[in-house]
């Protein structure tokens, strides 16, 4: 009788690169916002193997420091990559530089008003912003375009809306209330 | 006791205070608009208490984590200013406070962007832009209320009287904080101070509100554990479930 042919339980892994983790995490939701991924929001700051701990890492940055979203995004990245077959998977979160609104994709941006949701307009608040003082007349509210009807009559009604990184508009031309992601 | 970590201590349980009397006042906001933002607030807040706390028990070394600091200490080991557990009172009491400390943070966050702590300067960039939408918030509001109706002006004069004196301590820097400022790490406190009336005062002038004399008696205390008998209460509704169900986790 012939001694069987000894085969390997596992085949080894298939080279995975950057590229594709990449990919595969565009294709993580936001958890708030579903229509944008964790790549377009700008989260993921940084994806590399670590050799010698033998597990990949990915980088992440809070959005607003207390944002409960970000402990489901942790745990939503590590799901993703375990169930493409990366079983050693480490999140790092890093403070800086901070998140800004402008490492949010082009591709988020349109997403975001597709959902009513109007995307930053302008670039990150400016932190020097008391030299315009900080009141009535201070709140140079942004010009946002409804996502509704592309009026840009509209106003700012909240700078705080029902998750930190949103405001409240209304449009006063089709009267709807809108959703704005401020600039941070 | 390290002068960093009752430094570290100081910012985490400002803004571990602050956030709770805020989070007392969901559900309860005078308008959907304000309540949203209220929380808001308290959230930023929560966020950047967790990012101090989390640093401060690392500098400790003694194995003590965000939690453990936040629900496991008694009053008095507690190193918040004293503005920060004045009661919430009526709306103008809310604002004032709320105005008064955003002030104060803005600046002492801008200035931390240069300490020479580099984790305590990642923490003030990512605190700071929080800070300045509070700040705009605050401002804008006490501008509202202050040049509003007579009964609306009444109220926050009377907030800014009352919660005046407790502004100074922000000021008086003690061993803990001249220790930082010899490290490079904290800032001077004349600065701060300067920037603070001025800001404080060109805002009273837009909102027709009085300025308080800036050298009156100012209350100390706060910063080193020495509390009104309130902060008891407070920690003992916040801390209930850790203090009950030690561990306990959902």
Redesign the interface.
């Known amino acids: 009788m012939d001694t069987p042919a000894i085969v390997p339980v596992t085949a080894p892994a298939p080279a995975v690169t950057p590229e594709q983790v990449w990919d595969w995490l565009g294709q993580v939701p936001d958890p708030e916002i579903p229509v944008i991924s964790v790549v377009d929001l700008g989260i993921v700051r940084a994806v590399v193997f670590d050799a010698a701990a033998g597990e990949w890492v990915v980088t992440i940055t809070?959005t607003?420091?207390?944002?409960?979203a970000m402990a489901v995004i942790a745990e939503d990245v590590q799901a993703a990559l375990k169930a493409h077959g990366l079983a050693r998977v480490r999140i790092d979160s890093r403070?800086?530089?901070?998140w800004t609104t402008d490492w949010m994709s082009d591709a988020g941006r349109a997403a975001l008003k597709g959902y009513g949701i109007a995307p930053p307009v302008q670039q990150?608040?400016?932190?020097s912003?008391?030299a315009n003082?900080?009141?009535?007349h201070?709140?140079r509210a942004p010009q946002v375009a409804c996502p509704h009807c592309g009026s840009n009559h509209t106003r700012l009604?909240?700078?705080?809306?029902?998750t930190?990184c949103k405001a409240?508009y209304q449009c006063l031309d089709c009267r709807e209330p809108f959703d704005y992601f401020?600039c941070? | 006791m390290d002068a960093r970590f009752d430094y570290l201590l100081r910012q985490g349980d400002n803004a571990l205070i602050l956030s709770q009397q805020l989070s007392q006042l969901c559900g309860k906001g005078p308008a959907l608009?304000e309540d949203?933002?209220l929380t808001?607030?308290a959230?930023?807040?929560?966020?950047?208490t967790?990012?101090w706390l989390t640093y401060a028990g690392e500098v400790e070394g003694a194995g003590r984590d965000e939690d453990r600091l936040a629900y496991l200490r008694d009053v008095r080991a507690f190193r918040n200013c004293l503005l920060v557990e004045q009661p919430n009172g009526d709306y103008a009491q809310v604002m004032v406070r709320q105005f008064f400390f955003d002030t104060w943070h803005?600046f002492l966050m801008?200035a931390l962007l240069a300490s020479s702590d580099r984790r305590i300067?990642?923490?003030a960039?990512?605190?700071?832009?929080?800070v300045?939408?509070h700040?705009?918030?605050s401002?804008?509001l006490v501008?509202?209320l202050g040049?509003g109706t007579e009964a609306s002006h009444a109220r926050m004069q009377a907030a800014v009287d009352a919660l005046w004196t407790y502004t100074g301590e922000f000021f008086v820097y003690d061993e803990v904080e001249r220790a930082m400022l010899a490290q490079g790490v904290a800032p001077a406190p004349d600065a701060l101070r300067a920037a603070f009336l001025q800001?404080v005062g060109?805002?009273f002038e837009?909102?027709t509100l009085r300025m308080p004399d800036p050298e009156a008696y100012m209350q100390r205390g706060g910063k080193q554990g020495r509390h009104g008998e309130r902060l008891g209460y407070l920690l003992a509704e916040m801390q209930f479930l850790q203090r009950a169900y030690p561990g306990a986790e959902w």
């Open positions: 809070p607003y420091s207390g944002c409960p403070l800086s530089p901070a990150v608040i400016d932190i912003g008391l003082g900080v009141g009535r201070a709140i009604t909240s700078q705080f809306g029902s930190p409240l401020k941070h | 608009e949203m933002a808001n607030v959230l930023d807040l929560l966020g950047q967790r990012m803005y801008r300067a990642e923490i960039e990512k605190s700071i832009k929080e300045t939408y700040l705009r918030r401002g804008d501008v509202r040049d800001h060109e805002v837009e909102a």
